[in-house]
């Protein structure tokens, strides 16, 4: 088995697309090419978001990415806000795309109201952590995360906060030692069906050198 580690690449995109449409479980709330769209808004957004990457490679495949955000230093480059900017629109084209898209803005708010709630600002964040669940228990997830706090303590970020719910494997975070701040309930209602979810947001803090 063996994993290398680089920093986020152009060509990446496609297969880390899939990471996440099916960490985050968009075909079973919506069809295959919506859930395709789906993953990229969300991707493209994440990657209008870091100053860090580390993508993680098993076998000559891309199996897992973490990005995180050093918020003071960060700056968005227009090729990534351009992506963005294109996925969404490509979103909105089908009537599908624009009632699923309502999620992504519901859970944009519980973000916000949780940040709000925890009345602390802070140096850092961790905007975006996914693994394969092929290679799950492998410790690719740990190594990744590692590299994170590597570099928050090059840079001096002594703590950092992550937004995650219960569609994630959240426990590992408190296997990792963060802290869970705040908790909001929300129920949705997707083709005719409600779900509830749980959205928390985790916090670390004394980052050692």
């Given at each position: 088995m063996q994993i290398k580690f680089r920093e986020y690449q152009k060509q990446d995109f496609q297969p880390l697309k899939e990471i996440i449409r099916e960490t985050w479980h968009y075909d079973e709330f919506s069809s295959p090419k919506t859930a395709s769209k789906l993953a990229?808004?969300?991707l493209s957004s994440c990657l209008t978001n870091y100053t860090y990457s580390q993508v993680a490679i098993l076998n000559d495949e891309i199996v897992g990415i973490i990005l995180v955000k050093d918020i003071k230093a960060h700056r968005c480059t227009l090729y990534n806000r351009y992506r963005q900017i294109k996925s969404i629109l490509k979103l909105y084209l089908s009537s599908e795309g624009r009632k699923v898209s309502q999620i992504f803005k519901?859970?944009?708010?519980?973000?916000?109201?949780l940040l709000n709630d925890c009345q602390k600002t802070y140096p850092a964040e961790l905007a975006l952590f996914a693994v394969s669940s092929s290679c799950q228990g492998k410790g690719i997830g740990k190594q990744l995360f590692q590299s994170a706090l590597d570099y928050m303590k090059r840079?001096?970020?002594?703590?950092?906060?992550l937004f995650t719910d219960t569609s994630c494997n959240y426990g590992f975070y408190e296997h990792q030692g963060l802290t869970r701040r705040c908790e909001k309930e929300h129920i949705f209602n997707i083709n005719g069906q409600s779900a509830k979810m749980n959205f928390f947001i985790y916090d670390y803090q004394n980052?050692?050198?």
């Open positions: 990229e808004v969300f519901n859970v944009n708010g519980i973000d916000r109201q840079r001096s970020l002594n703590e950092f906060y980052i050692t050198y």
